[in-house]
């Protein structure tokens, strides 16, 4: 199994650019990478006319580094809440952003709202992956739909068997699945039956830890932390085992963004100015802990004898 990592990370607070993204994380281990097609500065570059031209330099340093992006993440929408035209024409564009890059398959969030049923979010939700199938055949890459959702919130594909019935009701073998460990262990539930309910469905997994078990509420990013394993409480003995057990053939992608800048942190002032000496790390601070993430995913993987790089 080949380790993979976000290039959507907290070393983008200094490395902006994806292209050098890339080439820092290449140097830590990494062959695969999960291209986050999030902009840290401003929203949706990728819908600007020069679309093709922005991705160029991320094509020409995978090429270089002899590394490729195995899978992506779109720019997420809620097509529950927001115009469902501009939700649709953000993923399209990320479908044809990984078609241009060679990506098979890329993650496309669900939306939800308060107030809003069970059925009623599987079926607003199916009625939005099914309007990208024209462009999923078109440029022949994948969705994925996430595994979202907690016990107080309005998302409702908390399990691996809500999650495929979602799939199925969309009903297309190119729409399947990916399993974020973190957002799982919010409920702290047995993850070895959601994974093997996917089954051959499962093509992506985010890879990320938290305490858990929190009394959440529809603000559960809150507790969505993002951390690297070992930091929190997930059982990843669980994890392993489970994805061995299905014959899971994608990578083992890192979703972590710590240290990160979290949008909680209050402001300082001090003599009418807002105070950051501390806001940032510097970059070889991030550098240190990428490697050492690299390191943990390189022996979580060694341990069970199916790490290939």
């Given amino acids: 199994m080949f380790l993979s990592t976000t290039t959507g990370g907290s070393i983008r607070y200094h490395l902006p650019k994806i292209e050098d ?89 669900p939306g939800g709202c308060e107030g809003v049923g069970q059925q009623e979010f599987y079926q607003k939700n199916a009625e939005f992956y099914k309007r990208l ?85 529809k603000e559960c990013w809150r507790a969505d932390l993002h951390l690297p394993p070992f930091f929190g409480c997930t059982n990843y003995d669980m994890i392993l085992n489970a994805l061995l057990d299905i014959n899971y053939q994608g990578t083992f992608s890192f979703e972590v963004e710590a240290p990160k800048i979290h949008p909680r942190r209050p402001d300082f002032i001090k003599d009418g100015q807002v105070v950051e000496t501390l806001k940032l790390l510097p970059l070889e601070f991030y550098d240190r802990v990428n490697q050492l993430i690299y390191d943990i995913g390189k022996y979580m993987l060694s341990a069970y004898g199916c790490f290939e790089g």
């Fill in 21 to 109: 993204v890339i080439r820092n994380l290449a140097q830590k281990g990494y062959q695969r990478f999960d291209l986050d097609l999030y902009d840290p500065v401003r929203k949706s570059k990728f819908m600007e006319a020069d679309w093709q031209e922005r991705l160029e330099p991320i094509r020409q340093a995978m090429e270089e580094l002899n590394v490729c992006a195995s899978q992506a993440h779109a720019e997420s929408g809620n097509p529950l809440t927001e115009p469902l035209e501009d939700v649709v024409a953000v993923a399209e564009r990320a479908l044809e952003c990984c078609a241009y890059l060679n990506i098979p398959w890329v993650v496309v969030h």
């Fill in 133 to 217: 199938i024209p462009t999923i055949e078109r440029t022949g890459v994948d969705v994925l739909i996430e595994n979202i959702g907690a016990e107080n919130d309005p998302y409702y594909i908390r399990t691996g068997e809500e999650l495929l019935y979602l799939i199925e009701m969309v009903g297309h073998p190119k729409v399947n699945a990916c399993w974020d460990t973190g957002h799982a262990n919010h409920n702290m539930w047995d993850q070895t039956s959601s994974i093997k309910a996917l089954g051959s469905r499962l093509k992506a997994i985010h890879v990320q830890d938290n305490v858990g078990g929190l009394a959440l509420t």
